[in-house]
């Protein structure tokens, strides 16, 4: 059971270019969602997902698009790299995204715009 | 809307002392309120949680946290800090009305030996 899985670990990009950020988990659950972090800013909502082929916005959606074709993964699509994007970005999982349900969090992916 | 806050960046405790690393919420109805631990270039681990009843919450490697509804406080303790628990600690409350969690800034936690 790997739990929740992240690729790539570090990226460097210039501005302008686009990649997607890789996220899969293997505990079956509904819910998935996206958060960067930054230093003094705690972790923000991107995107959010309660099952397949469901998503909504987070706290910070502008810059990144996401899709859920299938209940194990959740990649978040960069579309033009910006210097602003520059953060750590963790992907997370619950059961189903319920109230009670604590979220499963993935190692995380260093992305450094230039 | 819901809101978090961690009043302390960071907290410097000696090895055997009892720690507090403190977070009050704000919410519109009943709280539901988290606790997760960030070791260095690793991602969140839950810790503990609060949903409804005792006050005194137990949870990971000893943590236990103790939620103050007339304070809306939701203090995180344990009896006799480790080396080992010098991390990044984070308060999370629920959003009621949809899936969100919001998350407080983090606070620092130094244990020194």
């Known amino acids: 059971n790997a739990g929740v899985t992240q690729t790539p670990k570090f990226q460097v990009l210039k501005t302008g270019q686009s990649m997607t950020l890789q996220c899969a988990q293997d505990m079956n659950h509904e819910y998935m969602s996206w958060y960067r972090q930054d230093p003094g800013m705690g972790l923000r909502l991107i995107h959010y997902?309660?099952?397949?082929?469901?998503?909504d916005q987070g706290e910070v959606p502008n810059g990144y698009n996401v899709s859920r074709s299938t209940t194990e993964d959740f990649p978040l699509r960069l579309l033009s790299a910006a210097p602003s994007q520059t953060s750590v970005y963790f992907c997370?999982?619950?059961?189903?995204?319920?109230?009670?349900?604590?979220?499963?969090f993935g190692p995380g992916t260093r992305l450094t715009v230039l | 809307a819901q809101s978090v806050a961690q009043p302390e960046d960071q907290v410097n405790v000696a090895e055997g002392n009892p720690l507090t690393v403190k977070c009050t919420y704000s919410?519109?109805?009943?709280?539901?309120l988290f606790w997760y631990v960030q070791y260095p270039n690793r991602g969140l681990q839950f810790l503990l949680k609060?949903?409804?009843?005792?006050?005194l919450v137990k949870g990971s490697y000893g943590f236990e946290a103790e939620f103050n509804k007339s304070q809306t406080s939701f203090h995180l303790k344990k009896p006799s800090a480790l080396v080992s628990d010098s991390a990044l600690y984070f308060c999370a409350v629920r959003d009621i009305g949809g899936f969100k969690t919001i998350f407080g800034a983090g606070t620092r936690l130094f244990v020194k030996a």
């Open positions: 919410v519109s109805g009943n709280p539901y």
């Open positions: 609060y949903i409804t009843g005792d006050n």
């Open positions: 997370a999982s619950s059961y189903k995204g319920q109230l009670t349900d604590e979220q499963f």
């Open positions: 997902s309660v099952g397949a082929g469901i998503t």
